[in-house]
């Protein structure tokens, strides 16, 4: 377990990152401030709230409530993994304005919280590692007060630009074959990262009981220049700590030196391109 957590502290910091030069990096980082803004606002916060943040992770959303609110609010840091928790606590000693926080390790399918607890729960790409998303729902659901208000978002990672759609099949070698890998492997029901949308998770809060479910789609746009090594980072960087890296996806498919002559091939086709990837993301909004 411990290892598990540590590697979840790493990632957060570093490795989701690894494949990004400066430059992406940073706007990744400015979206996720804007993101953090758009669920606090969201989720009309007042003083005098029980909020908690759901598998808080570097604790994005439960600074920006410190930030907004100081010590007027009870805040809750949740998260499965203590070295993420931990991670918070050594922030917290930086910050200089009060604030009211405890902190909550278990898993968020089963809080230990009484029921009609909570004033508001925020939650920022959890559910893209829960394979199982009704139960959190339900929980959630349980913990929350009459009227309270659940605020979250998700990216929808299953309807994200794929090499195969940026690709000229010609310039790759069995292009064919690793299209329609790659077509079901983004597609599997028992993978966390592709196994909703948007109108699965719709059913998912009415199923719980939620009323007044919204539930936002936009299209966030990117574009950069592809650069030959970050590229081959792409595949062999993992998207959270227990999922498989894109090159080992493709080997349950593939012998490795066909897959590593692709990951070559794509290198030579993309790099110094400029390259536009379209992702999905919902914020959510729902009242118990």
């Known amino acids: 377990m411990s290892d598990v957590c540590k590697n979840w502290s790493t990632w957060l910091k570093k490795t989701r990152f690894a494949y990004m030069d400066e430059n992406q990096v940073q706007q990744t980082l400015n979206w996720l401030m804007i993101l953090r803004?758009?669920?606090?606002?969201?989720?009309?916060?007042?003083?005098?709230?029980?909020?908690?943040?759901?598998?808080?992770?570097?604790?994005?959303?439960?600074f920006g409530v410190i930030e907004r609110?100081?010590?007027s609010v009870e805040l809750i840091f949740q998260d499965k993994f203590q070295d993420c928790l931990d991670?918070?606590?050594?922030?917290?000693?930086?910050?200089?304005?009060?604030?009211?926080?405890?902190?909550?390790?278990c898993d968020v399918a089963s809080l230990k919280l009484?029921?009609?607890?909570?004033?508001?729960?925020?939650?920022?790409?959890?559910?893209?590692?829960i394979v199982e998303k009704q139960p959190v729902f339900d929980e959630i659901y349980?913990?929350?007060k009459p009227e309270g208000i659940y605020c979250a978002f998700e990216p929808i990672i299953s309807e994200t630009t794929r090499y195969g759609d940026i690709l000229k099949g010609y310039n790759i070698s069995d292009y064919d074959e690793f299209k329609r890998a790659e077509d079901e492997f983004m597609s599997r029901k028992d993978d966390c990262l592709v196994n909703?949308?948007?109108?699965?998770?719709d059913e998912n809060l009415n199923n719980a009981g939620f009323s007044d479910v919204l539930?936002?789609?936009?299209?966030?746009?990117?574009?950069?220049?592809?650069k030959?090594?970050?590229?081959?980072?792409?595949?062999?960087?993992?998207?959270?700590?227990?999922?498989?890296?894109?090159?080992?996806?493709?080997?349950?498919?593939?012998?490795?030196?066909?897959?590593?002559?692709?990951?070559?091939?794509?290198?030579?086709?993309?790099?110094?391109k400029q390259v536009e990837i379209i992702s999905k993301t919902a914020l959510i909004k729902a009242t118990k």
């Open 69 to 71: 609110f100081q010590d």
């Open 114 to 129: 009484e029921k009609n607890y909570l004033d508001r729960a925020l939650m920022r790409s959890v559910l893209v590692h």
């Open 196 to 201: 909703f949308s948007a109108n699965s998770l």
């Open 142 to 144: 349980r913990v929350l």
């Open 87 to 105: 991670e918070c606590k050594n922030i917290l000693k930086d910050v200089q304005t009060p604030y009211n926080a405890s902190f909550l390790c």
């Open 228 to 272: 030959f090594d970050a590229i081959k980072s792409w595949f062999i960087t993992p998207p959270a700590p227990n999922q498989k890296t894109m090159k080992e996806r493709y080997l349950e498919y593939f012998e490795e030196k066909k897959v590593d002559n692709f990951i070559l091939e794509v290198q030579r086709e993309l790099s110094d």
């Open 37 to 62: 803004n758009q669920i606090l606002d969201y989720a009309h916060l007042e003083s005098a709230q029980k909020i908690i943040d759901l598998g808080c992770g570097s604790g994005l959303l439960a």
């Open 215 to 226: 539930i936002n789609v936009d299209e966030v746009k990117s574009s950069y220049i592809a």
